[in-house]
C-alpha cells in the first residue's frame, strides 16, 4: 500500500513540476505585455501577481509532493535493507568455525556495514531519482514538443543521452580506484580492530610504535587511493557541466532566434530555460545515479559473496532433535583432518558413559581440542561417526545437539554488558533469581556482592575488566544455568595460578556431577579423579586406564606426570626463594 501511495504522489508531483514553467512563462509574458493567459483562465488570472502566486504554489506543491513520496519509500527501503542485513547475520552464524577463523573481524564487520549502505543507496536512488527522473523525461520533452518543435526535443535528447554516455564511461573508470580505496579502507578497519583487540599484548612488548606505524601505513594507502577517487569525481562532474551547459545554450539562442523573429515571446525564452534548469537537476543525480549504484554494487559485492559463502556444516532436510535418556557419548573410528595432507585424528574411538568423567589429555597438537569441535559439530568428521544415546550427531539438528552440551573453554570470552547479561547467556529467559543462584553455585556472589553496582557491573570488551579467575566462574555459573546433561571442560583451568586453579577446580567438580564429562587437561592434575583418562599423540589414543593404572605403565602419561611435578616442585621452591629476599 505504501508503494502504491508512493508512486502516486511521485506522478502528482511529477505532473506539477512540468506545470512550473509554464507559469514562468505566462508571469513574465503578463509583465512584459507580450502573448496571452489561456482565454477560459479570465482576465483576472491572468494578472501577473496571481500568476506569480500560482507559480509559488506550483513550486510548493511539487516539493511537498515529492517530500511525501520520499517519506513511503523510505520505510519500504528501509525495511528491505533491514531483511537482508538480518539475512546475512543469520548467514554468518551458520558458517563454519573454519571461515570465521580465516577472516578478520574488523574487515568482516567493514564489508556488512558497507554493504547495508550499498543496498540503501540502490533502493533510495532507485526509487527516489531513477523512475521520477525518466517520467519527468518523457513529461518534458512532449511538453517541449508541443511548445516548440521537435528540433528542440532533437538537442534536449542528444543532449541527455552524450550526458549519460560520458557519465556511464567516466564512472567506469573509477570503479577501480573506488575498489582500490575500499580495499585499502578494510585494510587500515582490520588492523586498527586487531591491534586494540589485543591491546595488552602491544603493551607486554612495548610495541606501541609498531602498530601506530603499522596504522599510518594503512591509513596513507586509504588516503592515496580517496585523493584519486574525490579527484576523478571532480573530473566527472566537471564534464557533465562542459555537455549539458553546451545543449542548454543551443536550445536556448534557438528560442533568442524565434523570439527576435516574433514567433515566439519572452516567455517562451523563459520557459525554455525553466525546462532545462529542471531537467539538469534530475540529470545531475543521473550521473550520480550510475556514480552511486556502480559504488554500491563494488561495497556488495563482498556482502552477496558472505550470502554465497556455503554453510561447511549442514542438517540433513530430515534432521530429529537429539533424544537424551542417559548422555551417553561414543567416538568410532572417528577420522579428521583440517586440511587433507595433514591428519588430526587417525581413528580414535573411546566412551563417556552416562554420568561417568572422561579425560583428554596429551601433548600439544595432539588433537586434544579438535575432539570437543566435531562433539558440538564445528565440523563433520571425514571418517567414522560420533554418537550420543546411539544417534549420530550428523543425524540430528544442530540446535537440540548445542543445546544438550555445555561448554567451559580454557579462554572465556565475555560479551562487552553486565555480569547479569553474561550469566543469562547460558539459557534465555532465566529469571534474576535463577541467575544468583547459578552464580552462587559457581562460587562467585561473594565476588559480585562487593562490587558497586553486583550483578549490574559491566565486564569490558571481552570480559578484560574481569580476572582470568571470574571470568572463569562466570563461565562456570552460565553453563550451571544451562544445566546440560553433557559437559565439555576444554582445558578449563591452565591459564590460572595454582591457588585459583584449586578453587575453580572444586567449582568444576560440582559441575559436573552427575552429569557425562569430557575433560581436555593440560594440567594433569584436574583429571587425577577421572574414570578413565585418554592420552591422545600423533591423532591416535595412545594409552587409557585410570591415573593409578597409567602411572604404573610408566608410559607417555607418567612421563607427562613427572615433567610436570618437576615444574609445580620448581616454581613452588621459587617462590619460597623470592619470599625469603623480600
Known amino acids: 500500500m505504501q508503494v502504491v501511495l508512493a508512486m502516486v504522489f511521485m506522478l502528482l508531483g511529477k505532473v506539477l513540476t512540468v506545470f512550473i514553467p509554464y507559469t514562468y512563462k505566462w508571469a513574465t509574458n503578463a509583465l512584459s505585455g507580450e502573448g496571452e493567459a489561456p482565454s477560459m483562465m479570465g482576465l483576472l488570472i491572468a494578472s501577473p501577481i496571481i500568476l506569480v502566486v500560482a507559480y509559488g504554489v506550483a513550486r510548493l506543491l511539487s516539493n511537498g509532493f515529492n517530500q511525501v513520496r520520499d517519506a513511503l519509500f523510505a520505510a519500504v527501503g528501509q525495511h528491505a535493507v533491514r531483511g537482508l542485513a538480518n539475512r546475512t547475520f543469520v548467514h554468518l552464524h551458520n558458517l563454519s568455525l573454519r571461515f570465521h577463523l580465516q577472516r578478520r573481524t574488523g574487515g568482516l564487520s567493514r564489508v556488512i556495514e558497507r554493504g547495508k549502505t550499498g543496498i540503501e543507496t540502490i533502493i533510495r536512488l532507485t526509487m527516489m531519482i531513477a523512475i521520477p527522473t525518466l517520467i519527468e523525461f518523457v513529461l518534458t520533452s512532449a511538453i517541449i514538443a508541443n511548445q516548440f518543435s521537435i528540433m528542440y526535443v532533437v538537442v534536449v535528447v542528444v543532449t541527455v543521452v552524450i550526458y549519460v554516455w560520458f557519465s556511464v564511461w567516466a564512472s567506469n573508470k573509477r570503479i577501480q580506484i573506488r575498489k582500490d580505496m575500499n580495499d585499502a579502507d578494510t585494510d587500515s578497519m582490520s588492523k586498527a580492530v586487531d591491534s586494540l583487540l589485543n591491546f595488552e599484548t602491544v603493551k607486554y612488548f612495548g610495541n606501541e610504535r609498531l602498530e601506530s ?59 525554455i530555460n525553466a525546462f532545462m534548469m529542471q531537467l539538469s537537476i534530475p540529470l545531475n543525480f543521473i550521473g550520480t545515479l550510475y556514480r552511486e549504484i556502480t559504488t554500491s554494487l563494488v561495497d556488495m559485492d563482498s556482502m552477496f559473496k558472505l550470502l554465497d559463502e556455503p554453510a561447511e556444516v549442514v542438517d540433513d532436510p530430515n534432521a530429529a532433535d537429539l533424544k537424551i535418556t542417559a548422555g551417553a557419548v561414543a567416538f568410532k573410528d572417528v577420522v579428521f583432518s583440517y586440511d587433507a595432507d595433514r591428519p588430526i585424528l587417525k581413528g580414535v574411538s573411546f566412551e563417556v558413559p552416562a554420568g561417568k568423567t572422561v579425560a583428554i589429555v596429551g601433548p600439544s597438537g595432539a588433537g586434544k581440542s579438535t575432539i570437543s569441535r566435531l562433539l558440538f559439530r564445528f565440523y563433520d568428521v571425514k571418517g567414522g561417526s560420533i554418537e550420543i544415546d546411539g544417534q549420530d550427531i550428523r543425524t540430528v539438528n544442530q540446535a537440540s545437539l548445542r543445546h544438550a552440551i555445555g561448554m567451559v573453554p580454557q579462554d572465556t570470552v565475555l560479551f562487552n554488558d553486565t555480569i547479569a547479561y553474561n550469566v543469562a547467556y547460558g539459557r534465555a529467559g532465566a529469571t534474576r533469581a535463577e541467575i544468583e543462584d547459578a552464580a552462587d553455585k559457581a562460587q562467585i556472589a561473594g565476588f559480585i556482592a562487593s562490587l558497586p553496582k553486583g550483578f549490574d557491573t559491566e565486564v569490558g570488551e571481552r570480559g578484560l575488566k574481569l580476572s582470568g579467575g571470574e571470568k572463569q566462574r562466570v563461565a562456570i555459573a552460565r553453563t550451571l544455568l544451562k544445566a546440560p546433561p553433557i559437559l565439555i571442560l576444554d582445558e578449563a583451568t591452565s591459564a590460572l595460578d595454582t591457588h585459583t586453579e584449586r578453587e575453580i577446580q572444586a567449582s568444576l567438580d560440582e559441575v559436573s556431577q552427575n552429569r557425562t564429562t569430557l575433560v581436555i587437561a593440560h594440567r594433569l592434575s584436574t583429571v587425577v579423579g577421572a574414570d578413565e583418562i585418554l592420552v591422545l599423540k600423533d591423532g591416535v589414543v595412545a594409552e587409557r586406564g585410570t591415573h593409578h593404572h597409567l602411572m604404573r605403565q610408566q608410559g607417555i602419561y607418567y612421563g607427562m606426570w613427572e615433567r610436570q611435578r618437576a615444574a609445580d616442585e620448581a616454581r613452588e621452591t621459587l617462590a619460597k626463594v623470592e619470599a625469603q629476599v623480600e
Open 213 to 271: 606505524d603499522r596504522y599510518n601505513k594503512a591509513t596513507g594507502d586509504y588516503e592515496k587511493a580517496a585523493i584519486k577517487t574525490y579527484t576523478s569525481l571532480a573530473w566527472l562532474n566537471l564534464g557533465q557541466a562542459i555537455i549539458f551547459s553546451i545543449g542548454m545554450t543551443i536550445v536556448m539562442l534557438m528560442s533568442a532566434y524565434e523570439v527576435s523573429r516574433g514567433t515566439q515571446t519572452v516567455g517562451h525564452f523563459v520557459m
